[in-house]
């Protein structure tokens, strides 16, 4: 959903979302089969894709020889013989998902209200400092967008759009600002030249980027690894704070640490003349 939905129409979902928009694309079944596609097999060319699209007999194939469990070929198999039922459920656990959402909203608006009221471009562009430069906004009569999350409460998120910027903030961002900023001064381009140098690592961070989370196994599975390989590549990322871990019951997952690539972006842009 987040490759797939979201990143595609970020600029959208920063501004003007409509979630009937989403269901609507959800009931795109052409379309959604082929995102699948290119999410559970992000290696194949256009060309082979399009050949999966028109025909089943070469995707069934990719499925069949693929490193996934006997279950989830046994799921691919049947959503693509049978999408409707798949995309029904999915359209109405998300409209349930709205519902609640819009519930927690109205009982919890007042924080986000609180916040709203002691932020203005001034405040905000003194609290980023240090973190990101706002100036440029104001300078070039761009626009700044504020969103605050209750979900998120702590995010920091900073997304360019053709108008000017896009933060979303959660409504207790100033607690973790000095974390993310102290962060950025003690990062270390060698560190991370090191960490991205290899090959291996960097299809990590790729299929991070396509699948969000992922565990171990999922890396043994999908490039072969042995179970120290994994967790040497893994780990190496997650010293230097590249990849962050959330632990579900024993499992742990390891997903892109966002902070990280903002923070070495304002490092490296020293090097650049804009």
């Known amino acids: 959903m987040t490759t797939q939905y979201y990143n595609p129409y970020k600029e959208q979902f920063s501004t003007t ?4 928009f989403l ?8 379309r959604l089969k082929e995102r699948l596609i290119r999410f559970y097999f992000y290696d194949l060319s256009d060309e082979e894709v399009e050949a999966c699209i028109k025909s089943n007999t070469p995707l069934f194939s990719h499925i069949k020889n693929s490193n996934y ?10 959503f693509f013989i049978e999408p409707e039922p798949y995309i ?7 409209m349930a998902k709205e519902i609640m959402l819009s519930q927690y909203y109205e009982k919890n608006y007042q924080k986000i209200l609180q916040v709203f009221n ?3 471009f001034e405040i905000l562009n003194e609290e980023m400092k240090g973190y990101k430069d706002l100036t440029y906004i104001k300078k070039n009569n761009l626009a700044l967008y504020v969103s605050h999350c209750l979900i998120t409460k702590f995010t920091i ?10 933060y979303l903030l959660g409504y207790e961002y100033l607690s973790v600002l000095d974390i993310v900023k102290s962060l950025k001064k003690d ?10 140098c290899e090959e291996s690592r960097v299809k990590i961070l790729q299929l991070l980027l396509e699948r969000e989370e992922v565990t171990c196994k999922d890396l043994e599975k999908i490039f072969s690894f042995t179970g120290s390989t994994a967790y040497h590549h893994i780990t190496m990322m997650m010293k230097i704070g590249l990849v962050k871990t959330r ?10 640490n966002r902070k990280y690539f903002d923070a070495i972006i304002d490092v490296l842009s020293k090097f650049s003349n804009k």
């Open 17 to 20: 979302f409509n979630f009937k």
């Open 23 to 30: 269901l609507s694309e959800l009931a795109d079944k052409e």
């Open 69 to 78: 469990s006997g279950e989830e070929k046994s799921k691919l198999y049947e």
């Open 88 to 94: 029904q459920t999915l359209r109405y656990e998300l």
């Open 118 to 120: 002691q932020t203005n």
């Open 157 to 166: 998120n900073f997304i360019g759009i053709e108008e000017g910027a896009v």
């Open 187 to 196: 990062l270390n381009l060698l560190d991370f030249g090191n960490a991205i």
């Open 247 to 256: 632990n579900e019951g024993k499992t742990i997952l390891y997903s892109l």
